[in-house]
C-alpha cells in the first residue's frame, strides 16, 4: 500500500492525467457520452481529494483539447456546460481541503459566460495553500509552446532581445504551467497509449503511465496503483545513477 509520508522522496510533486474513455464507460452501459462526460467531471473531485491526501502538490488535468471543438456540436455544448457545473458543485469541497483551481489553456473561444467562471474560481481559490488543482480546458501544448514563441519573437522583433540569448528558462517561463513544479508522473487511463498534445514539454521526463480502466471508473486505488508503480522508477534524467 502507498502511504504518505513527508520524507518520502518518491512521491510526486506534480501528476498530470488525461481523463480519457468517458464515451466508452457510458456507452458500456447503455448511456449516452454526455452521461461519460458528467461522471468524468464528477471524479476530478474525487482524485483531487485522494491526491491532495497523499501530499501531493499539484494536480493537472486534460480535460477538454483544443482539437475536441471538432466532436459532435450537441457534445461540444454540453461540455461547456461543465465550468458552471463544475462551480456549483464543488466549491465548498475544495475549500475544506484548501485546494487551490487554476486553469491552462486559451480563453478566446470561451464564451463570456464560462470566462468569468473561470476567472472567478481562480480568484476565489488564489489564497489556498494546498494542492493545485490545474484544469486544461481548451488546451493543446503545441498552442502553448507556440504562443510562448511567439511572445520571444516578438521581443527579438522589437530589440528586446538576441536570438542567441533565448534560453530553455525563458519559454518556461510563458508557459501555462510556470507556476507549477515539475512534472513527474503522467497518467492515461483508458487503455490508449499516445500523449495526445498534452504537456509536451513538461513531460519531456516525467514518468509515464498507462492503465485500461475508463476515467470515470478511475478510483483512488487506481491512483494509488500508480504511485506505487511511481515509486518504483529509477528517475535518471538522462544520466546515471548508481
Known amino acids: 500500500m502507498f502511504k504518505r509520508r513527508e520524507e518520502d522522496l518518491n512521491i510526486p510533486k506534480h501528476i498530470a492525467i488525461i481523463l480519457d474513455g468517458n464515451g466508452r464507460w457510458a456507452k458500456k452501459r447503455g448511456m449516452p457520452r454526455t452521461y461519460g462526460h458528467q461522471r468524468g467531471v464528477e471524479n476530478i473531485r474525487t482524485i483531487a481529494i485522494a491526491a491532495s491526501d497523499y501530499g501531493?502538490?499539484?494536480?493537472?488535468?486534460?480535460?477538454f483539447s483544443?482539437?475536441?471543438w471538432t466532436r459532435p456540436q450537441a457534445e461540444v455544448d454540453f461540455l461547456m456546460k461543465l465550468p458552471g457545473e463544475f462551480e456549483k458543485k464543488f466549491k465548498d469541497e475544495f475549500k475544506n481541503h484548501d485546494i487551490r483551481v487554476m486553469f491552462s489553456g486559451r480563453k478566446t473561444k470561451l464564451s463570456q459566460e464560462n470566462r468569468e467562471i473561470?476567472?472567478?474560481i481562480t480568484e476565489r481559490t488564489k489564497d489556498r495553500q494546498g494542492l493545485i488543482l490545474n484544469i486544461c480546458f481548451d488546451y493543446g501544448s503545441q498552442t502553448e509552446i507556440l504562443e510562448a514563441v511567439?511572445?520571444?519573437?516578438l521581443m527579438i522583433e522589437n530589440k528586446e532581445l538576441k536570438a542567441k540569448d533565448i534560453t530553455k528558462d525563458m519559454i518556461e517561463e510563458r508557459l501555462y504551467t510556470?507556476?507549477?513544479p515539475p512534472l513527474d508522473l503522467l497518467i492515461r487511463p483508458s487503455g490508449e497509449i499516445r500523449l495526445s498534445n498534452f504537456l509536451l514539454w513538461q513531460a519531456a521526463y516525467a514518468e509515464l503511465y498507462f492503465c485500461k480502466?475508463?476515467?470515470?471508473?478511475?478510483?483512488?486505488?487506481e491512483l494509488e496503483k500508480a504511485l506505487v508503480d511511481y515509486t518504483k522508477r529509477n528517475r535518471r534524467f538522462g544520466g546515471l545513477k548508481q
Open 66 to 68: 483544443t482539437e475536441n
Open 178 to 180: 510556470k507556476e507549477l
Open 150 to 153: 511567439q511572445d520571444i519573437g
Open 118 to 120: 473561470l476567472e472567478r
Open 213 to 221: 480502466t475508463y476515467w470515470p471508473a478511475f478510483s483512488k486505488k
Open 56 to 63: 501531493i502538490k499539484a494536480l493537472s488535468v486534460y480535460a
